[in-house]
């Protein structure tokens, strides 16, 4: 697989089919056949290139989208070779493949067939693949366990119909075969014996089978490439019966020039030395060597690490004449020597040996690969990662090859929090952090098991909100607000998904505030903060929540009417009570109510004497600097731009709180630093041609003032060009207007003026 950066965009045609597949009916005109099929128009043709990419995108997409409808017997698509062509299959468990599905595509001359883990598949389905045998020149049925049993009450009856049952018989174009996970009462020799005399394999693959005589390997022996062989030695078999086929079988293979791949499963890998020819694979992970070795290992000489084979203190590997292409050593002591005779090399010793592991591993084998990404964990967690992008890309792999493996979930959510990092960002283009995040969400959507869930949380606080996850962005938020929904979610894992949540709407555009609100973001807010103050609790979690509402009802006018009627007011008031130090808390509530005020059609909501007695004492606080008092004021501002006439609250008068505004305004520093971020002075400058609420013209002039002396580089070039300037030089002409705030408009329009944008 590539290794390397994944700089550019997606193919063309890799999105057009993405989007085929993600609406079949409204792109290809997909319709159901006659027996309810999934089928194409009859003037529809598509060549082998397309089909072949449309199910391997599938299958992806079924990996990494949850949110994909799929439908029913996708594989019906292909049934007809008229208007579809496919040659290459490759399906996994997450098809859930039945054996309808795979006799939907009998009619097509396949020439590869891989299929793993499809446990749905039964003895049925033989018949359909023996159809695939003129054509098959690979086939993989790893792990299918259920493909080759037979209920036994059913037996003799299948027998007397089918005869003899299933044989590779006709599968004389078979050149790579793969039978790893055969169930242990399977016959391996009587299975493979048509292919003796009939094909020239060049890769078997009999990893995890059964296999107590080994008679017909040396039938390919002369056609066997390097990796060709994979197979498990039976324990015992070759000390305590030499007259057995295998022992010479593998001994055979091992002193030719092709090589051989074997995989030592549960038996010893020593019962054959390796012959001067042999340059293939071996893999021994797993197996304690050592122990075995017909003699102990030599005191290693010193040196830098090579791979020449007359250094190796590896009894078996001594008579190498050049280093193996690959050598399988995870989980034993031999991957610590200096010099190992391979090229490629799994175990634990290092980084590379470590990767090396993932990706051998990594679909075959999870319960080698889940304990490879533990390394991979401990390595980037204590010392440093020197492979990064491929190190993503293997996890990546390894993640949505087995996305129901807990072990696998658990180890590789959290290497991926470590190296998507700040300290590993440069090393990562867009496209790959784009597939972590995918991944991360594919994980959170699958597996709601506490540490799962926490290390995906830690992974997406490494990713700059929302800009870095705009393509899932919604997905985000209906993932991180079940988070909070739930009742199973630990604190720490609900602190985090609020803080995520705050992040993903502090910058947002309208339309996406809008759309969570619609999805329960400011109920899921509210009924957090109620729980707190059930309990008298206000910690992070309350604060983060009042955040994520202020800046979820910024300039959203709906978000903001969905807020009053859900309550938000009272609950504003009860904490102002039960809190009445918390000054962080106050200045999230004040600024929340601050973008509920701005909205005209709101603001009778807030003209009761309860609530205007309340903002008018918050004019005095001094509570985080000028915050508190800020937010009250600019709350009562906006109410008081409508008019005497719209005022109808006796106690307090208006003319009483006016006086109130002016005097904590003029207490105020204008130097003041701020703790509040502006996207547009667009609501401030609203209130800038008001002749009738002097006050409001005031505090807008102050606000404006203020973050501009404080802030120039960023808030006098948005004054600017916001056409703050013609507001100003307004304001200068109205009779109403105070002086002060004339004096004070102009000082900041001079500040403007004389601003130097720095390119």
Not at 267 to 296: E, N, Q, T
Not at 439 to 449: H, I, P, W, Y
Not at 675 to 700: C, D, K
Request: hydrophobic share 40%.
């Amino acid at each position: 697989m590539a290794t390397g950066k994944a700089e550019g965009p997606e193919t063309l045609m890799s999105l057009c089919i993405v989007h085929c597949l993600r609406n079949l009916r409204g792109t290809m005109f997909c319709c159901r056949g006659s027996q309810g099929q999934l089928c194409l128009p009859p003037d529809v043709f598509l060549p082998r290139e397309i089909c072949n990419r449309l199910l391997s995108m599938y299958m992806e997409l079924l990996q990494t989208d949850s949110t994909l409808e799929t439908p029913g017997n996708f594989l019906s698509l292909f049934s007809d070779p008229r208007s579809t062509r496919l040659t290459r299959v490759q399906l996994r468990e997450g098809l859930q493949l039945g054996d309808r599905d795979l006799q939907a595509i009998a009619k097509q001359g396949l020439v590869e067939l891989h299929l793993a883990s499809c446990s749905r598949l039964s003895h049925c389905s033989l018949r359909t693949l023996a159809s695939f045998g003129p054509t098959l020149v690979s086939l993989s049925l790893f792990c299918c366990t259920n493909l080759f049993q037979r209920h036994q009450e059913r037996v003799e009856e299948e027998e007397e119909e089918e005869g003899t049952g299933f044989s590779f018989e006709g599968f004389e174009r078979l050149r790579v075969l793969s039978l790893g996970g055969l169930p242990e009462e399977e016959d391996v020799e009587v299975l493979l014996r048509p292919l003796t005399y009939q094909a020239s394999l060049v890769s078997l693959d009999l990893s995890g089978a059964r296999l107590p005589c080994a008679s017909f390997l040396p039938h390919w022996s002369s056609t066997l490439t390097p990796g060709a062989v994979q197979c498990r030695a039976e324990p015992g078999a070759h000390q305590h019966h030499p007259a057995d086929g295998t022992a010479p079988a593998l001994g055979h293979l091992m002193q030719h020039p092709p090589g051989l791949h074997l995989q030592a499963d549960r038996g010893h890998a020593d019962s054959h030395r390796a012959g001067p020819g042999a340059s293939g694979v071996l893999d021994i992970s797993g197996h304690a060597l050592l122990d075995s070795c017909p003699s102990p290992p030599q005191q290693e000489p010193p040196g830098y690490p090579s791979e020449d084979p007359s250094k190796t203190s590896i009894y078996f590997l001594q008579e190498l004449k050049k280093p193996l292409e690959f050598l399988g050593l995870f989980d034993t002591p031999l991957c610590n020597l200096r010099y190992i005779p391979a090229h490629k090399v799994t175990g634990s010793r290092d980084e590379v040996q470590i990767l090396n592991a993932i990706e051998a591993y990594a679909e075959f084998r999870p319960e080698i690969a889940h304990r490879a990404i533990s390394h991979l964990f401990d390595t980037a967690r204590i010392q440093h990662c020197y492979h990064v992008p491929r190190a993503l890309q293997l996890v990546i792999r390894a993640l949505k090859c087995h996305k129901n493996d807990h072990n696998i979930r658990m180890w590789g959510s959290a290497v991926l929090f470590y190296l998507t990092s700040s300290e590993y960002r440069a090393e990562q283009s867009a496209r790959l952090r784009c597939e972590v995040i995918q991944v991360v969400l594919n994980s959170m959507d699958q597996c709601e098991e506490a540490t799962v869930q926490r290390n995906c949380l830690l992974a997406l606080c490494n990713f700059t909100l929302p800009q870095e996850v705009e393509f899932e962005y919604q997905r985000v938020t209906r993932l991180l607000l079940k988070i909070l929904d739930s009742a199973r979610q630990d604190g720490s894992a609900q602190r985090i998904a609020v803080h995520l949540c705050n992040a993903l709407v502090c910058q947002a555009d309208t339309h996406h505030k809008e759309a969570v609100g619609r999805m329960g973001f400011i109920t899921t807010m509210l009924r957090l903060i109620r729980k707190k103050l059930m309990v008298k609790t206000c910690d992070q979690l309350m604060e983060f929540a009042w955040s994520a509402l202020w800046n979820v009802t910024d300039e959203t006018p709906d978000n903001c009417q969905m807020f009053l009627t859900k309550g938000g007011m009272k609950l504003f008031l009860d904490c102002l009570q039960a809190f009445p130090e918390k000054q962080g808390l106050h200045r999230n509530m004040l600024g929340l109510l601050g973008n509920v005020a701005e909205v005209k059609a709101l603001r009778p909501q807030l003209l009761t004497p309860q609530f205007i007695t309340v903002f008018s004492e918050l004019l005095d606080s001094s509570a985080d600097g000028i915050e508190v008092a800020y937010n009250a004021c600019g709350v009562l501002s906006h109410v008081m731009s409508d008019g005497p006439e719209m005022w109808s609250v006796v106690d307090p008068g208006r003319d009483t709180v006016i006086d109130r505004m002016w005097r904590a305004i003029r207490r105020w520093d204008p130097n003041s630093r701020r703790n509040i971020t502006y996207r547009s002075f667009e609501p401030i400058m609203r209130l800038l041609p008001e002749s009738s609420a002097p006050v409001s013209q005031h505090w807008a002039t102050w606000a404006l003032y203020n973050l501009v002396t404080v802030y120039p580089d960023k808030y006098c070039p948005l004054l600017v060009r916001e056409g703050g300037l013609s507001l100003l030089q307004q304001l200068l002409g109205f009779e109403s207007s105070h002086q002060e705030t004339k004096d004070m408009a102009r000082r900041l329009m001079e500040l403007c003026e004389n601003f130097e944008d720095p390119i």
